[in-house]
């Protein structure tokens, strides 16, 4: 009998976690995307109040990978390909804390493929501007409201999604066709 691979979780901010739960759940491998909030000092953190920056914490999405099919180092890619790492606590618009890149990693093993992935984009120079992207040790996750969760696919129509988020899942299937559900 074949050896089944448990699933592994990769936890990533890179402005709002619509766009990234959008974009990711597109990868073959991927087979969760919960949005949520990590790295503050807040108790059970609310959408309000992460929004106010008040609590530290930054919008993340917990993604469920199979590393049989998509390994860490391509899911950091497809991070990396679909937000701008070099904008500090923003991701166009979106301006604060809560929107800041950052890459919380769950073993030793996930930090050292983060850091050598930054240090690999940044020695190609594909940004006109240092990659800021911070990579910190996983805190407790708080899971967001049932309301933000699949908020694309139960909201495709609403203005933010047209105008940020589909734009963003569109790149992800150009830059990743062939690695995409379905291909």
Not at 15 to 44: H, I, M, N, P, R
Not at 114 to 134: F, Y
Not at 142 to 168: F, I, S, T
Request: hydrophobic share 40%; net charge negative; aromatic share 10%.
């Amino acid at each position: 009998m074949k050896d089944v691979a448990k699933p592994e979780l990769a936890t990533l901010g890179g402005g709002c976690f619509w766009c990234l739960e959008a974009a990711l759940l597109q990868l073959k491998g991927v087979e969760s995307v919960v949005s949520g909030y990590a790295g503050g000092a807040t108790d059970k953190p609310d959408y309000h109040s992460v929004c106010s920056g008040s609590t530290g914490h930054a919008e993340v999405v917990e993604v469920r990978f199979d590393p049989d099919v998509i390994d860490y180092r391509t899911l950091l890619t497809a991070f990396f390909a679909i937000h701008d790492p070099t904008t500090l606590n923003r991701q166009g618009n979106d301006i604060g804390t809560q929107y800041r890149s950052v890459i919380f990693t769950h073993d030793d093993g996930q930090k050292k493929i983060a850091e050598e992935l930054i240090a690999d984009l940044a020695a190609q120079r594909i940004w006109p501007a240092p990659i800021v992207t911070a990579v910190s040790p996983a805190p407790t996750f708080w899971r967001a409201e049932d309301y933000h969760q699949n908020y694309y696919a139960n909201n495709p129509l609403q203005g933010y999604c047209q105008a940020v988020v589909a734009p963003k899942a569109a790149k992800l299937r150009k830059v990743f066709a062939g690695r995409l559900k379905g291909d």
